[in-house]
């Protein structure tokens, strides 16, 4: 089955709703961390099955090791969110969460469940809410690195071939920290979130 | 009075538009993206700017800072979705004299202008 594809105004109107989920994301993640944190615009993109690989590549980041944990989401609109974090230096991020200055591979993994919950449910809840749906979310759990992600991605994240994946990119200034949120949109969830961007975009034509 | 509206979104900037009162929704002018509103700003007389953050091209902050070192910055309400207080702290320190989360209501709008004398 092809993910269908949204009209422009429809994508237009989802990117903005993406824009504003993932700002709260963004605030939400600052506030844990107690630091500035940069965004970059987040992309809708329908991705081939064949491709999934180039969503892990990560740009300046990619010679270093990643670690990934998901978080499926269910309800009206349900999906799969993972997120990525540049796995080098954990300390800088210990530092920032306030865990010891060398932490335990043990408290490492609970610190990125941690932020992965934040930051995840910040996005999801993020795009859901103004499109008047709820949400439930699983609990994070640790993928592990770059072929695990993408074993993942290929064998469990249902039978798709094409999928609308958000992504967007979180950095701290000037701190060793990046990670970044890939959300995976389900293709029955595409029809409802159509139809919801109708609703959506009728009430703002009668505003 | 001319209102200039900033944001890569046109569901943005219309929502924006509908949100503003009548009596400044008469000679409203957009851009989609922070170049296109650095030459709006130059080109033309701009009495009041919404500007969004996260854009593309060139973001809201270098916006801001451009036409600050030009010294053309028009009375800016930033509108964005990153609620950051450093990103508020920022935006102000660069010129704008507002900073208000996305999405605002009408009502919010208008509470906002009445208060910075422009209603």
Same mark, same amino acid.
């Given at each position: 089955?092809?993910?269908?594809?949204?009209?422009?105004?429809?994508?237009?109107?989802?990117?903005?709703?993406?824009?504003?989920?993932?700002?709260?994301?963004?605030?939400?993640?600052?506030?844990?961390?107690? !630091?500035? #944190?940069?965004?970059?615009? $987040?992309?809708?993109? @329908?991705?081939? =099955?064949?491709? *999934?690989?180039?969503?892990?590549?990560?740009?300046?980041?990619?010679?270093?090791?990643?670690?990934?944990?998901?978080?499926?989401?269910?309800?009206?609109?349900?999906?799969?969110?993972?997120?990525?974090?540049?796995?080098?230096?954990?300390?800088?991020?210990?530092?920032?969460?306030?865990?010891?200055?060398?932490?335990?591979?043990?408290?490492?993994?609970?610190?990125?469940?941690?932020?992965?919950?934040?930051?995840?449910?910040?996005?999801?809840?993020?795009?859901?809410?103004?499109? !008047?749906? #709820?949400?439930?979310?699983? $609990?994070?759990?640790? @993928?592990?690195? =770059?072929?695990? *992600?993408?074993?993942?991605?290929?064998?469990?994240?249902?039978?798709?071939?094409?999928?609308?994946?958000?992504?967007?990119?979180?950095?701290?200034?000037?701190?060793?920290?990046?990670?970044?949120?890939?959300?995976?949109?389900?293709?029955?969830?595409?029809?409802?979130?159509?139809?919801?961007?109708?609703?959506?975009?009728?009430?703002?034509?009668?505003? | 009075?001319?209102?200039?509206?900033?944001?890569?979104?046109?569901?943005?900037?219309?929502?924006?538009?509908?949100?503003?009162?009548?009596?400044?929704?008469?000679?409203?002018?957009?851009?989609?993206?922070?170049?296109?509103?650095?030459?709006?700003?130059?080109?033309?007389?701009?009495?009041?700017?919404?500007?969004?953050?996260?854009?593309?091209?060139?973001?809201?902050?270098?916006?801001?800072?451009?036409?600050?070192?030009?010294?053309?910055?028009?009375?800016?309400?930033?509108?964005?979705?990153?609620?950051?207080?450093?990103?508020?702290?920022?935006?102000?320190?660069?010129?704008?004299?507002?900073?208000?989360?996305?999405?605002?209501?009408?009502?919010?709008?208008?509470?906002?202008?009445?208060?910075?004398?422009?209603?």
């Amino acid at each position: 089955m092809t993910a269908p594809l949204l009209a422009e105004d429809k994508r237009d109107a989802l990117q903005e709703i993406v824009n504003i989920g993932m700002g709260a994301a963004g605030a939400a993640l600052a506030q844990v961390l107690g !630091a500035f #944190v940069e965004l970059s615009v $987040p992309r809708i993109d @329908l991705v081939d =099955r064949r491709r *999934a690989a180039t969503l892990f590549n990560t740009g300046s980041w990619s010679d270093n090791e990643i670690e990934v944990v998901r978080q499926p989401f269910f309800g009206g609109i349900s999906g799969e969110s993972l997120m990525l974090f540049d796995g080098a230096e954990p300390e800088h991020l210990a530092d920032l969460v306030g865990y010891a200055a060398t932490p335990s591979k043990e408290e490492q993994q609970e610190m990125l469940l941690d932020l992965a919950n934040v930051v995840i449910g910040s996005c999801v809840n993020g795009i859901v809410e103004p499109l !008047a749906e #709820v949400v439930s979310f699983a $609990p994070p759990s640790r @993928l592990g690195g =770059r072929p695990d *992600a993408h074993a993942f991605v290929l064998e469990d994240v249902g039978h798709w071939q094409q999928a609308l994946v958000i992504n967007v990119e979180f950095k701290l200034e000037q701190r060793q920290f990046r990670c970044r949120v890939l959300v995976f949109l389900s293709e029955t969830s595409l029809v409802r979130i159509d139809h919801a961007i109708v609703r959506f975009l009728d009430a703002l034509a009668a505003s | 009075m001319r209102v200039l509206i900033v944001d890569d979104s046109r569901t943005a900037r219309m929502m924006l538009k509908r949100a503003l009162p009548p009596a400044l929704g008469g000679d409203v002018l957009e851009a989609a993206g922070g170049s296109e509103a650095i030459r709006c700003v130059q080109s033309d007389h701009i009495d009041l700017m919404f500007l969004d953050l996260t854009m593309p091209d060139v973001d809201g902050y270098q916006v801001l800072k451009t036409l600050q070192e030009g010294g053309r910055t028009p009375p800016t309400i930033v509108v964005s979705a990153d609620v950051q207080p450093l990103a508020q702290q920022r935006v102000r320190q660069l010129g704008a004299m507002a900073f208000v989360k996305k999405s605002l209501s009408q009502s919010d709008l208008a509470f906002l202008l009445r208060g910075a004398g422009l209603l």
